[in-house]
């Protein structure tokens, strides 16, 4: 299922429901004791932290796969804070240990964070508030971790659940298949865990059908998807070895391309995959480059979204540019209306030092230094 903990903070009370979440996210990912502890205390720090700066936001907690696009099966424990506080002035100095801008505090909050996570990122505008997102795995993080040969792509993203239900009827994978990087986003109809066996039943069919292009993969989750209440689904296809892009999208899901500064809508297909498919299903072209993204999400997005022009921000972490997306989307006065999730592809550029500008924050960077 797809399992989310959405806890908002708004008083200490609720410091104690974001350790708990963390822990039971844990033990559902099947981490150990050790790993357990780690997940607990980046949740309680990045908890504690809006607290103490920015007034107050949310933790939601999901279960994620290794960014890298590992193809193993082990599940990591992701946990993004969102806020719309002031922001962080100084955002390398706040990573430091023993920084702090408020009094009685001990300022190991991020610098925790990012030491002992397997993998966090920020980003955070003056007046506009900050959002981190850190994962913790089964085992630590390699003291210089470097990119494996062909692993210079990153997907990640964010998961939420209607009115902080405990499923979204959401669920995004990646997969990989030799040269070609497919990303799948599936929107289960309606709520709760029917909604959800969707979601996932898409997932589970995705990771079957990796060298295919996407509309065959769509109707091969079209068969999967018979038993169930049906989903809109997206899917975009990288194929690093020939600079290609292809999507193909069924139902009520949005993309967008983002290539050479400017962004590309692509646009789906009337239908509901595992019930009425289209019977024709065009593919989308288009080119990858070094500074290509993908961004794919559900309807539970407002339509009038407006896609990050940060340059920054686009080379970060993907599932911190999706929380980022996310978080924009939606206020305290504007809250989402929907299982909502947003889920990006995007070149490495560790892999790719040449393209777009990053920012001189290195303390900050995706994987944290060793």
């Known amino acids: 299922m797809s399992r989310v903990w959405d806890v908002p903070v708004h008083d200490t009370t609720r410091i104690r429901d974001v350790r708990v979440a963390a822990e039971a996210a844990c033990a559902r990912a099947g981490l150990g004791s050790q ?76 610098g925790t964070c990012l030491r002992v996570s397997n993998t966090f990122d920020l980003h955070s505008r003056r007046g506009q508030g900050t959002v981190a997102v850190a994962r913790v795995g089964p085992a630590p993080a390699a003291r210089a971790r470097t990119l494996r040969p062909g692993r210079d792509v990153r997907a990640g993203g964010i998961n939420v659940s209607l009115a902080e239900g405990e499923y979204s009827g959401d669920a995004f994978g990646c997969v990989r298949s030799g040269s070609r990087l497919t990303l799948m986003l599936a929107d289960g109809l309606g709520h709760g ?52 892009f292809t999507f193909c999208g069924v139902g009520n899901v949005g993309a967008r391309l983002h290539s050479g500064g400017t962004w590309r809508p692509l646009l789906s297909h009337p239908g509901i995959v595992g019930a009425r498919l289209p019977a024709s299903l065009p ?11 993908l961004l794919v999400h559900s309807d539970g997005l407002p339509s009038r979204w407006t896609p990050p022009t940060d340059p920054q ?43 777009s500008p990053r ?9 944290p230094p060793r």
């Open 193 to 244: 865990i029917r909604a959800a066996q969707a979601a996932v039943a898409a997932v589970a069919q995705l990771r079957n059908t990796a060298g295919l292009p996407p509309d065959e993969v769509l109707r091969s989750i079209h068969g999967a998807l018979r038993s169930t209440r049906g989903a809109a689904v997206a899917v975009g296809q990288a194929d690093l070895a020939t600079g290609r």
């Open 35 to 110: 790993r357990t502890a780690v997940g607990a205390l980046v949740a309680t720090e990045l908890a504690t932290n809006l607290l103490k700066h920015a007034g107050g936001g949310r933790i939601v907690i999901t279960l994620a796969q290794d960014p890298d696009i590992d193809e193993g099966t082990s599940s990591w424990v992701q946990i993004t804070s969102l806020d719309h506080g002031p922001g962080i002035p100084d955002v390398e100095a706040a990573l430091r240990d023993g920084c702090t801008t408020v009094p009685a505090s001990l300022g190991a909050g991020l």
């Open 359 to 367: 920012s001189p924050r290195p303390a900050a960077s995706w994987p």
């Open 313 to 355: 921000l686009l080379t970060l972490d993907p599932a911190l540019i999706a929380a980022v997306v996310l978080r924009e989307a939606s206020s305290a006065a504007r809250p989402l209306r929907d299982d909502t999730s947003v889920a990006v592809l995007t070149n490495d550029r560790r892999a790719h030092p040449d393209c």
């Open 283 to 293: 593919l989308q072209h288009g080119t990858w480059r070094t500074d290509s993204l």
